[in-house]
């Protein structure tokens, strides 16, 4: 799975599959932000949230995500 990785932490990984993507970060950035995950019509699993090229994740909220988990794997 490829993934971004700052320092010695790798903070987001992403995936495609046949009829979904998932973006995947620490359980921590997850639950920081169930609510916004929610409120996009998104789903979401303990590490990661599931979405399609047609209902993507706002850019906003990834990049929340993206920082929460770095600071989690802090």
Avoid at 3 to 22: N, P, T
Wanted: hydrophobic residues 55%; charged residues 20%.
């Amino acid at each position: 799975m490829p993934g971004f990785r700052v320092g010695k932490a790798v903070v987001a990984g992403y995936a495609a599959f046949s009829k979904q993507c998932g973006l995947y970060v620490a359980a921590a950035a997850i639950a920081a932000h169930a609510d916004e995950i929610a409120a996009a019509g998104l789903k979401a699993s303990k590490t990661g949230v599931t979405f399609t090229a047609a209902k993507p994740i706002p850019d906003a909220l990834v990049e929340k995500l993206a920082k929460a988990s770095r600071k989690a794997l802090a």
